[in-house]
């Protein structure tokens, strides 16, 4: 059996089922407006949105955004109106409505420009509510295609439509004491929101593993050592990410290049990290790691982990349809760890059982 | 503007002995199995819930990745996988019965056995007003076959009528035909009482920087507005054929959206308005199609949503 866990931020679930929304739901349709849109690095972007209310979210927990081009949104009741055909309309369907000009285009959005079509999903990086129940959330995304160009073009006032908060988010499991934060490129911004959910919980020890390509690729605003006169950018493994420092937790930076922070592989530093802190104490027993970023990356952590015999919890990315456990497209395969490895796996999905498992109950 | 009274007009209709409060339903596969989208949409407001495809035994489905957008849609190669009949009927039947709109079950197999053994049980649960038989999937092997040849699909049609002594018996037929006219006369020949289509066209996408199919399946079925012209066309094709002269209900699907799109699909001789691979952008539609199909019916002075459904007036062809 494994051990009783806690949610971080506790999101409110109920067992009963239901059929229709109601002010209590733990997730649902919004509208929410852009507030600050703001360019970080060469690709990536921060989205701030505001949402009169959004029920409570976990770390590790997502939104789905629909990315289509409001442009050529229709209104809901938009009526292209009567055609002038050169057969006229029957008498029982002349209506009321003038009989308008042929329109050269069809009203219909997809006509107009390839759009994305299906809404993209977004791991929060960061979820703030006022006592009012006002909220904001934090999306850092890097353009990769039509949908996060549309993201990253949005000016403050539009709105956009989200269904959220999606998933299931980081667990914390009883007895841990020590947390490392490793995320990886894009794979960063649930990190800075589960930086947050440590430091409300009973964790106090809180450490960063952040690796990028390039230094340009860094979503995260960099900061040197406390009473350093200027940021330290070469080589220097004690380079401070200001969204960690601002939760008390150090931050060591790795670049693929070496452009800024360790030179190599984020597992390299937390495999050295580890090590270190397993000779300093003799075991690794209440640590645990927290991963998400690309595959082959937080297989390695995984891996890392597993070696030192340290649980690790990677949040993965599936191509998905709906978000919602409803078009079964982003399966994982998942074999319960006490079950051994003869066991039969199953699939699991990512978007409702997941996105966030123990790496040790997945097969990759 | 003249301003005038307003009348709501009756959009109830019927899909034989089903009456439904509106046309509106889900599509199969798109909705889950019952509540899925409880949280995001009123599904008591629905016309009826078409679950997902449900098997005699449970199937796992298809290797990732079984998804890809494509322009103006998506390919899917799930492989029909679900939990079972048995888990269907424990954990699902008792929220569909709370949810209480008619629903219709989607039943897939590979043998005729298997669609019979299936139908047979849904036919003993009262909530189950329909049998969508899934004779169409065009991602699992042999899938297809029951579909195509319109001899194996009477047959089996007429095997399932056996057992669909109470439930209303629906074939959804295959896009992936010649002419979906002669599937359509082998289905209703046989006994269906209402077919719905079109199911998704087979379809691929390929991945050129790796030279490999995007698909594990390889090959999926295209579903979204990029298929909206071809499913209406088959729809009216089905209506006028078939449908009309034997008095047998279409549900129409197949790039549903708007409010807009359920018009052309109810001119074209539809009485069910199947919305499917849009769920995934907003579970919401159904209700907002709903509300555009009230309008426009006020506007062309309707006062029931029946007179308007197959009331296309094609010009004659030209020579």
Known sequence: MPGRTRQPAGGATSSEPRIRPTPTSPRGRYVATVKENIRLCTDHYRLVLSLPRFPRSTPGQFVEIDCRDPRFAPSADHDPGPRAFDWPPPESFKGDSPVALPRPCPSDPDFNAPLAYLRRPFSLADHRIWPDGYTELDIIHRVVGRGTLLLAQMLPGQTVSLIGPLGTGFTIPQGIELACLVGGGVGIPPMLYMAKGLQQSWIKGGVGFIGAQREDLLPVTIIGPPNAPEPSRAGDPLLNVAEFKEYGYPAVITTDDGSLGMRGYVTEALSAFLEERQVQQGRLMNTIVYCCGPTAMMKATARVAAVFGVPCQVSLEQPMACGMGTCQSCVIKFRPRDLGEGAEWKYKLTCTEGPVFDSRDLVW | ?319
Not at chain 2, 31 to 49: K, P, Q, S
Not at chain 2, 61 to 81: D, P, S
Not at chain 2, 135 to 140: G, H, K, L, T, W
Not at chain 2, 262 to 277: C, D, K
């Open chain 2, 1 to 319: 503007m003249p301003t005038r009274e307003f009348h709501a007009p009756s959009l109830a209709v019927s899909i034989g002995k089903l009456d439904l409060q509106n046309p509106l339903m889900t599509a199969s596969g798109t909705c889950g199995y019952a509540n899925e989208y409880g949280d995001f949409t009123d599904l008591t407001r629905l016309g009826a819930f078409v679950t997902k495809a449900i098997s005699k035994t449970p199937r796992k489905g298809n290797e990732a990745y079984r998804i890809v957008e494509t322009r103006a849609g998506m390919l899917n190669a799930i492989g029909l996988a679900n939990i079972g009949l048995d888990a269907f009927l424990k954990d699902k039947i008792p929220i569909l019965k709370e949810m209480g709109v008619p629903v219709i079950v989607n039943v897939p197999g590979w043998t005729t056995d298997d669609y019979v053994d299936v139908s047979a049980r849904l036919n003993d649960e009262p909530v189950v007003g329909g049998i969508e038989l899934n004779v169409s999937c065009p991602n699992v092997k042999s899938g297809l076959s029951f579909g195509t040849d319109p001899v194996r699909l009477f047959e089996l049609v007429s095997a399932v009528k056996k057992v669909t002594t109470r439930a209303e018996l629906i074939v959804k037929l295959s896009p992936n035909v010649a002419d979906v006219a002669v599937t359509a006369k082998a289905a209703v020949d046989a006994g269906a009482t209402a077919l719905s289509l079109v199911n998704t066209f087979t379809a691929m996408s390929i991945d050129i920087n790796n030279a490999r199919p995007m698909l594990a399946n390889g090959t999926g079925g295209l579903s979204g507005p990029a298929i909206k012209p071809i499913a209406l066309f088959m729809t009216h094709r089905v209506y006028t054929e078939v449908a009309k002269k034997h008095n047998i209900p279409i549900i129409g699907m197949g790039g549903i959206q708007r409010w807009q799109d359920g018009v052309e699909f109810l001119l074209a001789g539809a009485t069910g308005l199947a919305v499917g691979t849009a769920l995934f952008l907003d579970p919401n539609i159904p209700l907002q199609i709903l509300e555009g199909l009230r309008n426009y019916l006020a506007r062309k002075n309707k006062t029931d949503i029946r007179q308007i459904i197959g009331s296309l007036q094609a010009p004659a062809p030209h020579d």
